[in-house]
């Protein structure tokens, strides 16, 4: 039984910067791809960033250079640290467990956490 739960959403200015956590259980945590995408109100989940089981990192265009995914393979956790947050980056964000041959559909999905980015 995988668990992923995410934590550290909050409301934050525009220009600050927020770091997420996802503590995962129930998996291979060292050898599995963990990934952050979000979903505003309105618009498909989307994907953010993505690091495999080595640490080699992907990013969406939107948020490359402000923001940067990391893992800790000896708590089981994965990060994500947002700068530089812009109002559209307002969102529930989820973390993501898979096998590295498997989809981010077909894996593991937290609960969720909100950021909100407004003056």
């Known amino acids: 039984q995988v668990q992923l739960v995410e934590s550290g959403g909050d409301l934050v200015q525009p220009g600050g910067s927020l770091r997420l956590s996802c503590a995962a259980s129930g998996i291979m945590f060292s050898i599995a791809t963990m990934g952050w995408y979000r979903q505003a109100p309105g618009n498909q989940r989307e994907f953010v960033a993505e690091?495999?089981?080595?640490?080699?990192?992907t990013y969406a265009g939107s948020v490359k250079v402000r923001f940067s995914i990391s893992r800790d393979n000896a708590k089981n956790t994965v990060y994500l640290q947002m700068n530089s947050l812009k109002p559209e980056d307002t969102a529930v964000y989820y973390c993501n467990a898979r096998p590295p041959r498997m989809s981010a559909r077909g894996g593991s999905w937290g609960q969720g956490t909100q950021v909100t980015v407004s003056s």
């Open positions: 690091i495999i089981s080595g640490g080699t990192t």
